[in-house]
C-alpha cells in the first residue's frame, strides 16, 4: 500500500497489486504531512498537531490511536517493531509514545 496525504486532511490508499486507490477518507483537521509504515500499520502526522495511528487491511483503515501532545505541526514521524511511534514538530520537539500504553514515553527539543 502506498499512502497519500492532501492538503484537505484526506488520505488515500493505493494498492499497488490493484493499481488503484482502494479508500480514501479524512482522518485529519489539516494539511497531512507525513506518513510512516510498520508492517500493517500506519502512522499519519498533519499540520493539525495531531499522530494517528491506524490498522490497514482491505477493508480499510481502523484507528487505533491519536496522539495530541505535540505543540507544532508534525513534520516527520516514524514506527519501530515494537510499537513506540516517535514524531517531530515544526518548533524543534521530538515526542515518543508507548502505542501499547497510550502515554509519551519520551521528549526531547532540539532548540
Do not use: Y
Not at 28 to 55: I, N, P
Not at 61 to 77: H, I, Q, S
Request: aromatic residues 4%.
Amino acid at each position: 500500500l502506498l499512502a497519500i496525504g492532501g492538503v484537505d486532511g484526506n488520505v488515500c490508499l493505493f494498492s499497488m497489486t490493484a493499481g488503484r486507490v482502494t479508500q480514501g477518507q479524512r482522518l485529519h483537521e489539516d494539511t497531512v504531512t507525513c506518513f510512516a509504515m510498520c508492517g500493517s500499520t500506519l502512522v499519519s502526522g498533519s499540520d493539525d498537531q495531531t499522530v494517528r495511528v491506524w490498522q490497514t487491511s482491505e477493508k480499510g483503515l481502523k484507528p487505533l490511536e491519536a496522539f495530541d501532545e505535540l505543540e507544532a505541526d508534525v513534520t516527520a514521524v516514524c514506527m519501530h517493531s515494537s510499537g513506540v511511534v516517535l514524531a517531530g514538530g515544526a518548533d524543534g520537539q521530538v515526542l515518543g509514545w508507548s502505542t501499547d500504553r497510550g502515554e509519551v514515553v519520551m521528549s526531547r527539543r532540539s532548540r
